[in-house]
């Protein structure tokens, strides 16, 4: 189903854009465009300074440009902007930059043609992906100068896995290459679509991985006899947390009618803190999510671009503002980054108690034939290792600061930077929660003779086995972990 632009775009929306879901416009949004057009178009006849338009950009704001030389400055600003390092983004990353960057054009404050919304519309429906580096952004301008650069007939894109130079992807989609008028160069550079629209895939990656990381303790926590009294409603009701509260639900729902627990109630006084402590930290990872959701939709529902365009083509108002600055997203993205590692942390314990024969009750590693076969040993070491990283990627980038352009940008608030560790972490915390979800259906196994699982976990049991079987020491044991670091990330778990 088509997402319509109207008024503002939500991360669900641009995280569905990223999964291929295409867009449009309502006549509204291209009123809006129409009209800041025209206010540019005004602000070059009458030769009204204006950053970007007819001045240079960065320290050069004050060297003005003359009319005719207007078109090829907004070129050249792609070009000399287009300077990102590293590996390529993925299709879903570069789809989400071009949703936000169409979503902030269409706020009417940019003074871009049509033209150039109908290019970034045409490259998402016919899945023409330019090639974007992921390093190099101090803030936003390279990775928006890569996408602009094919508009132009420059750069590369790819499609249907091939890819083209920007000229020849172009004529594959049916378009002839952009000449661009006054501001249009710096407005595609402009922005925080870039922060954004990364931002709104990792808000559904974290979502998605937070919902499995609740299925999967449970799973954990039944094979260690957990003391469900921690988890009642009425005991968690005594810590305020909305997220908390969820987590709690969804753990009583995942266990209810487990003959497991049932058979180990009393068993402990209480439990390991990276057991009873499941719907704190998670719960904390839930609120952390919301707070980073708001900030998100608060910016897709902003203007970021600079200079803002207002008024009226009779009366022209041009305001040089600080909008595509986003301390606010570097900040969530931290956050978030902050929470999800302490997720990372809780899942790698749980895991060591599930193969630390100390503390299991179960055999060593969860081997067939602990001596001979090894088991899960090294594959602990491996969730430790992913999480040590994700606790050295946790440190802030919003705070790492700054000086550019000759002392007139002196403060980088490096919301891109956030994002892109903070995907990072997320794509560790798939292993480190797919190697806990390898071990706990293990230990289910090893236990299966005891009492019956609760529906909820034999659900999630019941698709680890789908794709792997038990381990016997008879295989190498990575492609296990791929295989179930692929379900995580890619489904939701399974209901009951």
Not at 209 to 214: G, H, N, P, T, V
Not at 217 to 241: F, P
Not at 423 to 429: K, T
Not at 442 to 453: G, S, T, V
Request: glycine share 8%.
């Amino acid at each position: 189903m088509t997402i319509l632009l109207d008024d503002r775009l939500s991360w669900h929306d641009v995280a569905a854009i990223a999964a291929g879901a295409p867009l449009g416009l309502s006549p509204a949004a291209w009123k809006r465009i129409d009209g800041a057009s025209a206010i540019v178009a005004a602000i070059v006849e009458k030769g009204i300074r204006a950053y970007g338009v007819n001045t240079g950009v960065g320290a050069l704001s004050d060297t003005v440009v003359n009319r005719e030389s207007q078109s090829r400055l907004s070129r050249k600003i792609v070009l000399s902007h287009a300077c990102g390092v590293g590996p390529l983004l993925g299709r879903a990353e570069v789809r989400a930059i071009i949703a936000a960057q169409i979503a902030n054009f269409a706020h009417g404050y940019s003074g871009v043609r049509q033209d150039i919304v109908k290019y970034l519309l045409a490259l998402l429906s016919a899945d023409c992906i330019p090639c974007v580096p992921s390093q190099g952004s101090a803030g936003y301008l390279t990775h928006n100068a890569h996408i602009a650069l094919v508009l132009i007939g420059e750069g590369q894109a790819e499609i249907r896995g091939s890819i083209h130079t920007g000229l020849d992807a172009l004529k594959m989609i049916g378009l002839e290459p952009l000449t661009l008028q006054a501001k249009e160069g710096l407005s595609l550079v402009n922005g925080t679509a870039c922060s954004t629209g990364l931002m709104s895939l990792a808000l559904f990656r974290a979502n998605r991985l937070l919902d499995w990381a609740d299925a999967i303790a449970a799973l954990t926590m039944e094979a260690s006899g957990c003391q469900m009294l921690a988890y009642s409603a009425e005991v968690l009701a005594l810590r305020q947390s909305r997220g908390l509260e969820r987590v709690g639900l969804s753990l009583r729902a995942r266990l209810d009618g487990s003959g497991l627990i049932a058979a180990a109630e009393g068993r402990r006084t209480q439990d390991a803190l990276s057991l009873r402590a499941v719907p704190h930290a998670h719960g904390a990872a839930r609120d952390m999510v919301d707070f980073a959701s708001d900030a998100v939709d608060r910016e897709l529902a902003s203007v970021t671009d600079n200079p803002a365009i207002s008024g009226t083509p009779e009366e022209p108002l041009v305001w040089s503002e600080a909008h595509a600055v986003s301390p606010a997203l570097g900040q969530a993205a931290d956050g978030l980054a902050l929470t999800l590692a302490q997720i990372a942390m809780m899942s790698e314990r749980r895991t060591d108690r599930l193969v630390n024969p100390l503390v299991s009750g179960l055999p060593a590693f969860l081997a067939a034939d602990a001596g001979e076969n090894s088991g899960f040993m090294i594959a602990q070491y491996t969730a430790t290792a992913l999480s040590n990283e994700n606790r050295r990627l946790a440190a802030p980038a919003s705070t790492d600061g700054g000086i550019t352009s000759a002392l007139q940008e002196d403060f980088l608030a490096h919301p891109v930077a956030a994002v892109n560790k903070l995907n990072a972490m997320i794509a560790n915390l798939d292993y480190i929660l797919a190697i806990e979800l390898m071990a706990a259906a293990q230990a289910h196994d090893l236990i299966r003779e005891k009492a019956p699982r609760a529906a909820g976990t034999n659900a999630i049991f019941m698709a680890v086995r789908q794709n792997i079987g038990p381990y016997l020491d008879d295989r190498p044991l990575g492609a296990d972990i791929e295989r179930l670091r692929h379900m995580v990330r890619n489904s939701d778990p399974p209901g009951f």
